[in-house]
């Protein structure tokens, strides 16, 4: 079995935070299970975070866990964009406020055109993608979202 860890559980032990045990368990049960892998945007996600100096330091990390960094098949990314363009068709034209939800259109000073919000792909699309396509299940406390655009993925702890 190839389990995927998502950002939020490895940061959970990094903190120790209100997850860090349910992570750690999750960990020690996946690795009983098999291999245990996190897609090349965790790696990135979690350099961004500021708690490694350097990529030996972060690499040490992973050694630790037992954790071994893997890139995204062309499939899991190809079901990552997928996903994500569900998201975006469901997310409303224009601009919203976030505080009372009044749509707003806003044009351009020198051209006159609409503007929107820029459309990234969120990592979690591409994590999710990866667990999919490239895994048997996932670790991860964003099950919420999983459950809503990957149903068919196994997210632990549950």
């Keep these: ?10 940061l959970a032990l990094l903190y120790e935070d209100g997850y860090a045990d349910a992570s750690e368990d999750a960990l020690r049960s996946a690795y009983q299970d098999g291999k245990v892998v996190i897609p090349s945007i965790v790696y990135a996600e979690l350099a961004a975070d500021g708690h490694f100096e ?13 954790i071994q960094l893997e890139d995204p ?21 224009g ?10 259109t806003v044009r351009c000073e020198e051209c006159g055109g609409e503007l ?11 994590i999710g993608g990866h667990a999919v396509a490239d895994a048997d299940a996932l670790i ?10 990957f149903p068919s993925l196994t997210v632990f702890p549950e």
């Excluded at 079995?1 to 490895?10: C, E, K, P």
């Excluded at 929107?116 to 591409?126: G, L, S």
């Design 73 to 93: 098949s062309p499939a899991a990314l190809f079901r990552a964009g997928e996903q994500f363009q569900q998201y975006a068709d469901r997310r409303p034209d």
């Design 1 to 10: 079995m190839i389990t995927s860890v998502d950002t939020n559980a490895l």
């Design 54 to 66: 350097t990529t030996s330091n972060l690499d040490q990390f992973l050694e630790d866990f037992s």
């Design 140 to 149: 991860s406390f964003d099950d919420a979202f999983y459950d809503t655009y």
């Design 116 to 126: 929107a919000p820029r459309q990234h792909i969120a990592a979690d699309f591409v």
């Design 95 to 104: 601009l919203q406020c976030p505080s009372c939800g009044t749509k707003q």
